[in-house]
Structure formats: structure tokens, C-alpha cells
């Protein structure tokens, strides 16, 4: 049944390609952005989870 369904769309080849070109792009985007992050930033965003007094420790 889907064979005649997917069968039934036009250039329905070009879709896998399409979408594992975007994957490619997105997970290449993704680590060149994990390597240029600044150290802070990512011992920050680490530290989130644990720091509940965060905010309390900022207010004067």
C-alpha cells in the first residue's frame, strides 16, 4: 500500500537526499559550534543543572 502511494509522488527520490543533506549540515554546524564556544561558557551552561543559589548569589 505504501509502495503505490509513495510511487504516486513526484521526484519522491530527491526527499532522503534532502533531508540527509540537512542533517549533515546541522550536525557539522553543530560541532564547529561546540569547538569555537568559549571554555566560560560551556562551564557555565554545565554548572546550570547543580547551581540553585545562582540568582541568590548575584542579589546584593
Same mark, same amino acid.
Given at each position: !500500500?505504501?509502495?503505490?502511494? &509513495?510511487? +504516486?509522488?513526484?521526484? %519522491?527520490?530527491?526527499? =532522503?537526499? %534532502? +533531508? &540527509?543533506?540537512?542533517?549533515? &549540515?546541522?550536525?557539522?554546524?553543530?560541532?564547529?559550534?561546540? !569547538?569555537?564556544? =568559549?571554555?566560560?561558557?560551556?562551564?557555565? !551552561?554545565s554548572s546550570l543543572p547543580m547551581d540553585d543559589n545562582e540568582l541568590t548569589d548575584k542579589q546584593p
Amino acid at each position: !500500500m505504501y509502495k503505490e502511494v &509513495l510511487r +504516486s509522488i513526484e521526484n %519522491v527520490e530527491v526527499f =532522503p537526499i %534532502v +533531508s &540527509l543533506i540537512i542533517f549533515v &549540515l546541522f550536525f557539522i554546524g553543530i560541532t564547529i559550534w561546540t !569547538m569555537r564556544v =568559549p571554555k566560560d561558557v560551556i562551564d557555565h !551552561m554545565s554548572s546550570l543543572p547543580m547551581d540553585d543559589n545562582e540568582l541568590t548569589d548575584k542579589q546584593p
